[in-house]
T-cell receptor
C-alpha cells in the first residue's frame, strides 16, 4: 500500500526566511502525482502545487517550489520569503488512482 | 452556486444513531472522495468513487457506507455512530485521479458523537 510520510509535526520560521517541508512517499507505481495543500486556521483546503512523476523539471508556483527527487521518493515543498499569512497546516498528498494525504506539518511564521 | 458543498456544517448526534453527511458538486467531476481529519493523522481517506455507481474503500472505511447514484452527489452514512467517529469530515472532487487534476474540497462537516 502507498504511504506518505511528513516527519515534521511543526516548525517555526521567521518572516522573510525560506522554509522546507519534508515529504516522502512509498510506491512501486511509475505513474503518479504529488500535491501540496495548505490549510489555514479557517479550515479550507487550498491547492498549492503539483508535480507529476514523469515531469523532468521541479514544479514552481510563485513563492512555492517543489524539490522532487524521484529516486529518493521525496517531494519537499520550499516556501521562499515566508509571510505571516503562510502560517498554516501543510499537507503533502499522493495521487495514484486515489488521493492520499500525509499527517501534515504545522508552520508558524513569526515576525 | 458552482463548487462543492457539504451539509450540514455542524452536527451533534448520539451514539448508535444513523447520520448522513451530504456532498454535492456542480462540475460533473468523475472522482469524489470522503476524508476524516483528526489531530495527528492528517486527512485519512474513507471512501472514494471513480464514477456513478462505482465506489471503493480507502484507508479507514469501517463503520461508514457510501453511495453514488448520481455523478454530482456522494453521501456518507454512519450507520451506527460511535464516539470514535467524532471528527471533521471533508468531501472532495476531481476530474481524474491521475495527472495534474487538483482536488477541490468542501468546507467540511464537524461531527460530534456524544
Amino acid at each position: 500500500a502507498q504511504k506518505i510520510t511528513q516527519t515534521q509535526p511543526g516548525m517555526f520560521v521567521q518572516e522573510k526566511e525560506a522554509v522546507t517541508l519534508d515529504c516522502t512517499y512509498d510506491t512501486s507505481d511509475q505513474s503518479y502525482g504529488l500535491f501540496w495543500y495548505k490549510q489555514p486556521s479557517s479550515g479550507e483546503m487550498i491547492f498549492l502545487i503539483y508535480q507529476g512523476s514523469y515531469d523532468e523539471q521541479n514544479a514552481t508556483e510563485g513563492r512555492y517550489s517543489l524539490n522532487f527527487q524521484k529516486a529518493r521518493k521525496s517531494a519537499n515543498l520550499v516556501i521562499s520569503a515566508s509571510q505571516l499569512g503562510d502560517s498554516a497546516m501543510y499537507f503533502c498528498a499522493f495521487s495514484w488512482g486515489k488521493l492520499q494525504f500525509g499527517a501534515g506539518t504545522q508552520v508558524v511564521v513569526t515576525p | 452556486d458552482a463548487g462543492i458543498t457539504q451539509s450540514p456544517r455542524y452536527k451533534i448526534t448520539e451514539t448508535g444513531r444513523q447520520v448522513t453527511l451530504m456532498c454535492h458538486q456542480t462540475w460533473s467531476h468523475s472522482y469524489m472522495f470522503w476524508y476524516r481529519q483528526d489531530l495527528g493523522h492528517g486527512l485519512r481517506l474513507i471512501y472514494y468513487s471513480a464514477a456513478a455507481d462505482i465506489t471503493d474503500k480507502g484507508e479507514v472505511p469501517d463503520g461508514y457506507v457510501v453511495s453514488r447514484s448520481k455523478t454530482e452527489n456522494f453521501p456518507l452514512t454512519l450507520e451506527s455512530a460511535t464516539r470514535s467517529q467524532t471528527s471533521v469530515y471533508f468531501c472532495a472532487s476531481s476530474e481524474a485521479a491521475r495527472g495534474r487534476t487538483e482536488a477541490f474540497f468542501g468546507q467540511g462537516t464537524r461531527l460530534t458523537v456524544v
